[in-house]
């Protein structure tokens, strides 16, 4: 199939995707397939996979090239799919991203390794990533600092961006961020630095700000990706009024699912409810909703059910 | 005065209070009342003074004392005042701790030291913080893991609460945090351990479902305290839809002033436009809006204001 | 071949062994096979393989069960190996588990997963672990929280080991550790609670005073393991002169070794340049002596030399 | 008295000074001058005052600054003193590096503040810091993120001393950070960038190297300031093998005063110990040696003793 690479002006709703399993643990492969269509029927323009969301370290190997190949051919060109491919060595991390490339993959998603903070040890690793990949690969940094504990400048995006061409795009989940989008978008762009795509995490979570600082779109994984998708549209449409009111009336189930290293449990429970997974469970040692919990979510479900109904 | 102790039935609305400073940065007394009047006049039932929020490790000792004699003087004794005396020295805490009781505070509240997690030092130290207090200092333990870097179980509240008679109030903040406020809930009140007040954080972020699950109140610092208000009286009316759409309304800015490290200096303009304090500044080195953060601000206060009207 | 596992009673020196690499990358058979010879020449009485120091999360699966059989097989069965199996889903680690103990390993390895450090999730942890693995598989609990980010209490361990009968060894390498290893030493073999097993990381660092305190002996990759073999032997023989003497003479190097995050490359140039590997490579992004590094080092090796043969 | 200011080419031996406290746990004022006195007779070049090793966190300020002035007074110009300022505000640390400077003090020690580890951040930092201290107060720069979390690269360090000239001194315990002195070195004291002063902490552990890569001494607290003092000048002489020799005598017993978090009570112990102040206690909450932990250090100093004697 014709790969559609990401490149600086891929912009839109880039959903990421769960990863299904069986009551057994198992790679559930008919979830697979449904989810993909449960994501394309609400309207997203991108899709990213085996992601920290996608319990892509929980995998094996071999897991996680089977349920890249099996996304890949369900979407079958219709949208660009980014692979996670982060990994503690750099020769995993590029044989991933081969594999995916030539399965079609528009590009990968790669985050700082862990070490100390310090700008020029993360310059290095990005130019040591690219040097692996080779010339041809997208890259789209993930800046998830609460996650990695490696913080990154503004400055240092720039840089990186402009020093190695192949970096096209950020996922930008830095918290707070709003400042960074800002400086982002002035600083790529210009007469020394070429554009680079800003689609933003943290589950959408300051999405109408994001939009309204120049970010191109959203790479989360809210599990009601139509919200996603009619808030970009929205905001493109030039009808920011009506983008933020849509966001409003889901925000309340939105934050809910924002909860560090819990939020995970919640949204695999809300693709089970809309029926895009057949089985809601998490890999061990992972989260697990409580009666409590399952109870509150369906509340706050219903509650985001008939607000929408209203707008 | 005649103090007014905080106590393990505790509940409601204690609001987290700033501090105000002037133009040149030093302590606004004047703000100071305003702001003292300000949160009275919106309805909070308790107050607490030298949190985080407060920026209390900026103040000198003798600020630091100064606004908490201000405070409880122009509060008079309708409301209790919480006193933040965490500190690095034992006896520094307790100066001021001794200080604060004297001039009229209904308790102190106290975040594990920092150190490595484990319980029994965070438990060593509890036991060292009364034995330095005396027995009559009633004590606000702050679960913050967030910024102090020491989680804490709900087993080791418990037993805190049980061995330590005058730990009689949590500030809960951890997050994810609603699982714990069901174990704490569940566990304290029992035949074994004395009921435990808890009062909620984090802004409040998800206040419905802590007040559902059990606790008391919110001990947050959100600058529409009416809301924080609303929310706790309509789900002691036994109303939780009004206290959710009420909550629902503010949500917005409520998650765009929850930025971690940031959302002080939104705190602060929010106050500032509401009349209640003179100046937004905070103290160096802290967060300030940009022209950009300030027209976005703007536009959520309005928006919010709208939604409140309709509710 | 037959197996010997681990137990309560387990003592000496169990080597870490580093896994070699060529200089194209690949995992280098005939090193392995040249450095099991040399660890077994210098007398230890145990080996750890797949461990941090091992680069155990820079293999692809196939290249650590590779190279478990071929240590194991090597070995022979002359002393016990333990090998590291900690990985971010317990299915993965089971997986490695059975494949190694069927392939002849004495136990396995395992630390606490990253999360908030509170000890009913460390505790549930590792219930989950020994589920996982079946009763039958010895666990040796690793305790490294400068890299995991997990302290844990002596009083957890203890509860540990009673609750899981199969945990009977502790890797201490907590820093500063030495009262803890003086706690869970007095704390186990008691009534209640079956011995434990300590061996100590960290280097060696402090190994005359941890064996002072109860310790049973190193688990660690010193790249002279004949000094920790003498000092644990006469430890055991009732020199403690003697073991601190030969401790001291080796100290300065060791020292140079421990630093972290650089030590693995200094121990990797150490085992070259005695002829244990061909290649003193790390795999990427790893850390690499400069020049300045190698003859620094050198000048280290040499005076070790020097002052052991004085001894 | 006059002041002897540090600058870009100050070298030698600063001991890091304790901060001694009576039995009940004031300030004492006797034991003050004695240390000082003891610092002097061990041949210290400088000093440095009101550090982490010092506990200045849990005193007030107006021990602080009494603390100061004593040492000050009791120095009497001989040698240089610098004071540690750093402070969660920038008034507090401003106020008390003024009041140092008026005392007589060489120049002031800050760290990073806390926060995102990012170089603008760091960079803006300084530059307010050194706004708030007016351009006559020379700065030491302290480097040490194993305790303030913030990482500094080589080349963050290098701008800020060229682009604020009042920072003329680097205190470097970063670690591992052998490379980060050659770095300094080699990028300091060029046509575009002034010369540093780098000065070494981590308790001397790699104190031989560091001077060998440039470094123009030590700044620590090492209890036997007398090694430090001769290493320097052996080093200084051109004799490095001297240098490591009398090093290598005392590294038992300094690997074991470097016990992160647990270090300054054996230091505040053998400075009890050598009658340097009456009594070793910290202030609460602090280190305290079990009597196993005071036998233990009893020997390491009897063996350290001997080896001295038979350089």
């Keep these: 199939m014709p790969s559609q690479l990401i490149d600086r002006q891929t912009n839109g709703v880039f959903i990421i995707s769960a990863t299904p399993f069986t009551e057994t643990g198992a790679v559930d492969d008919a979830s697979t397939d449904r989810l993909v269509d449960f994501y394309l029927e609400h309207g997203v323009t991108g899709m990213t996979i085996l992601g920290i ?33 982060s990994a503690a060595g750099l020769d995993n991390l590029a044989s991933l991203a081969h594999f995916a490339m030539d399965a079609g993959a528009a590009g990968v998603m790669v985050a700082p390794s862990p070490g100390p903070a310090v700008e020029d040890r993360v310059r290095g690793y990005f130019h040591q990533v690219c040097a692996a990949l080779g010339p041809d690969v997208p890259v ?14 503004a400055a240092t995006i720039l840089t990186l961006t402009r020093d190695c061409p192949q ?76 983008a933020e009111d849509v966001f409003d009336a889901y925000l309340p189930i939105l934050r809910y699912e924002q909860q560090p290293g819990y939020g995970l449990a919640v949204r695999k429970a809300v693709l089970h409810h809309r029926g895009a997974i057949a089985c809601p469970r998490t890999r061990a040692p992972g989260p697990k909703l409580s009666p409590t919990d399952e109870a509150e979510l369906l509340r706050l479900i219903a509650r985001t059910e008939k607000k929408v109904k209203e707008l």
């Excluded at 996680?64 to 051919?73: D, E, I, P, S």
């Excluded at 070429?194 to 300051?206: A, E």
């Design 53 to 85: 969301m996608g319990e892509a370290n929980k995998l094996t190997a071999e897991e996680a090239t089977g349920f890249a190949a099996r996304v890949l051919k369900r979407v079958g060109g219709r949208i660009p799919v980014v692979v996670g491919v």
């Design 140 to 153: 789209c940094l993930q800046d998830f600092p609460q996650t990695t504990g490696v913080p990154i400048s």
């Design 167 to 242: 970096i096209v795009m950020l996922k930008h989940e830095d918290c707070p961020g709003l400042a960074k989008i800002s400086a982002v978008r002035a600083g790529s762009g210009t007469a020394d630095t070429p554009r680079l795509s800003i689609l933003c995490g943290n589950g959408g979570l300051y999405l109408p700000q994001e939009l309204a600082r120049g970010a191109d779109g959203a790479m989360t994984g809210f599990a009601f990706p139509e919200m996603l998708v009619e808030v970009v549209r929205a905001h493109q449409a030039g009808d920011p009024d009506r």
